[in-house]
């Protein structure tokens, strides 16, 4: 899926929604419920949507997004400080990765599984080239467009641990932390304080920004593969 997009669309699903502390749960919902409230979906424009719906898994409400030849995400709106919760916690799945998906490359820029996590770094302490792709975006989508973004991957070919930068956006960091190994439910605890650093340390020597919302779903647009994920609970924790 189109990093940029999503950075502008994230703002515009969510932008007129209050910011809340914590995404809300999936578990506590019933199948076949609307999304609990803090989640919408985002969509593109000209791009097919994923089936997104609340499913029961070993009696537990999950969300699971099926996207045929398909871009989407769940969005959440956040205002969360990392300094006092750095940790985001999940469990997720997929039923296949894609055989032709590429993360080095435009035509290949898609994943069974993603997660976002959209990071408020000032306009002004960006590098002048991002920061003047900054101005002329906000001046298009908004002031609370998000100027930063982590997206961890269950990706087809590269090992655990593997990150690089979008191929369409350099405000977007792709890491993986799956590498095929289908079927099962895994589970993820990332330091985004940490990871953050990692990723834009050497242009922001500031305190770590505020989290400012998550995306989930999957993205088949670019190959014209299928693929369904499943996504549990999303949880900030302290750090232990």
């Given at each position: 899926m189109r990093a940029a997009a999503v950075l502008a669309a994230a703002f515009l699903?969510?932008?007129?929604q209050p910011a809340?502390?914590?995404?809300?749960?999936f578990s506590r919902a019933r199948p076949?419920?609307?999304?609990?409230?803090?989640?919408r979906p985002l969509t593109l424009p000209r791009v097919a949507a994923p089936e997104v719906a609340l499913v029961d898994d070993a009696g537990v409400t999950v969300l699971r997004s099926r996207a045929a030849a398909a871009a989407g995400t769940v969005t959440h709106d956040l205002d969360?400080?990392?300094?006092?919760r750095p940790t985001l916690a999940w469990r997720w799945k997929v039923d296949r990765v894609l055989a032709r998906a590429n993360l080095a490359e435009k035509g290949g820029d898609d994943f069974a599984a993603r997660v976002y996590v959209f990071f408020d770094v000032p306009v002004e302490?960006?590098?002048?080239?991002?920061?003047?792709?900054?101005v002329l975006a906000r001046a298009v989508w908004g002031e609370k467009l998000p100027t930063a973004a982590i997206c961890y991957v269950w990706d087809n070919r590269h090992e655990p641990g593997t990150s690089a930068w979008n191929p369409y956006t350099d405000r977007v960091r792709t890491v993986v932390l799956r590498s095929a190994s289908p079927g099962a439910w895994a589970g993820e605890s990332r330091d985004l304080a940490a990871d953050f650093r990692a990723a834009f340390g050497s242009q922001w020597a500031g305190p770590v920004p505020r989290v400012t919302g998550i995306a989930?779903?999957?993205?088949?647009?670019?190959?014209?593969?299928?693929a369904t994920a499943w996504f549990g609970d999303f949880r900030l924790e302290a750090r232990r």
């Open positions: 699903a969510v932008a007129a809340m502390a914590d995404p809300a749960p076949g419920a609307p999304l609990p409230a803090g989640w969360a400080d990392p300094a006092a302490a960006l590098p002048l080239g991002a920061r003047v792709k900054a989930i779903g999957n993205d088949t647009d670019q190959t014209g593969e299928s």
